[in-house]
């Protein structure tokens, strides 16, 4: 992996991702398996879970159990958006865990079961063949059925050097990353709830806050930011970030000097590698019916990435394990 010179938040972001792949891996040296050492050689599987948030690792937990081989695809770290969650004080039989602390105690669970966690993207799905397939950057897996639990993530603005600024003065979490914009020029982009939450958070450890959007900002309560409305980032200048310049509806243009830009503008699931095979819904998610299987046989959904469901840990869970329970009936009946 490449790292930056510059940008205290990428250096951030890699040492936590190794600090928690080391911790969610201390318990066994056996769990070796899950960062790829001891890939399996026979490449088909019962079932492939895409995505280890909480919906995939619990789906995998219910595999295995249902006696399933059972393979679970991660391109990041496990746990997904549960380890954004610094304290979790909403997930039955903990009164409080950390997000992490939590995805190491499903992750553990789930290998001791039997699941083989491949680290790497998911690329490219064929899901109405017979077995399906997933195609890895180094690897080609085959299953019977599939779980989709890619989760959601937040959505990107869309400017050019969006992704190249990533750590270099650009977050997508408030929470994780306000601390190392401490007395500095920050500037928040959208008015939903998100925003809010990360102006209430941003405010007494910052310098100067901004807050713009392309629409109204009436509603959002902070004193300390400048409200910016009716305007929208055109451009992001600088490597780190060192300003974002502004287009007003009348055309009229603004730079403003900031060291950090926290985008806000909501969250979309991450299933455009299965656009076109499943049917979606508004917005993207995956559309199922109530046993939570897609409008194909085999294949099933699971947490944020569905649609209708409630975007909390305990509901990912309780999908996870729906999905893989009838995504088992379905290897049995079909298949053995
Ligand atoms: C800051 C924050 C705090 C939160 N706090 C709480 C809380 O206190 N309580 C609570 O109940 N909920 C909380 N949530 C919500 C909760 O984390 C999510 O609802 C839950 O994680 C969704 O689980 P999931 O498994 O569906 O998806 P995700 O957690 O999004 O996991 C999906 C996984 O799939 C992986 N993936 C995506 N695409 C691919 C691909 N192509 N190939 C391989 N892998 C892929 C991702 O890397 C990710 O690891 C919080 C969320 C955030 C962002």
Redesign the pocket.
Known sequence: MQVKKEGPLLHSRIIRHYCTIALLHCTSLDNLSLIGYNIPMNTHFDIII???????LTAAIYACRAGLKTAV????M?????N??ER?D??PGFSEIS?IELTGKMLEQAERLGAHVFYG??ERLTLASEPKTVVMESETLTAQAIIL?????AKKLGLKNEQELLGSGISY?A?CDGMFFKNRDVLIAGSGKTAALDAEYLAPIVNKLYIADKGSLAHIKCDKAEKIEDAEIIRLSGNPLASVTLAYKDGKTRDITVSGLFVAVGYAP?SF?VSGQVELGEKGYIVTDEKLKTNLDGVYA????RSGAM????V?CADGAIAATEAAKWVKKVVR
């Open positions: 895409v995505g280890a948030g909480p919906a995939g695809l991660e391109k990041n496990p746990g997904g958006q549960m954004l969650a979790v909403n997930y997000g993207a998911a639990a890619m989760g959601a993530g979490c929470t991450n590698i699971a947490g944020d990435i975007h909390q840990i305990v990912a």
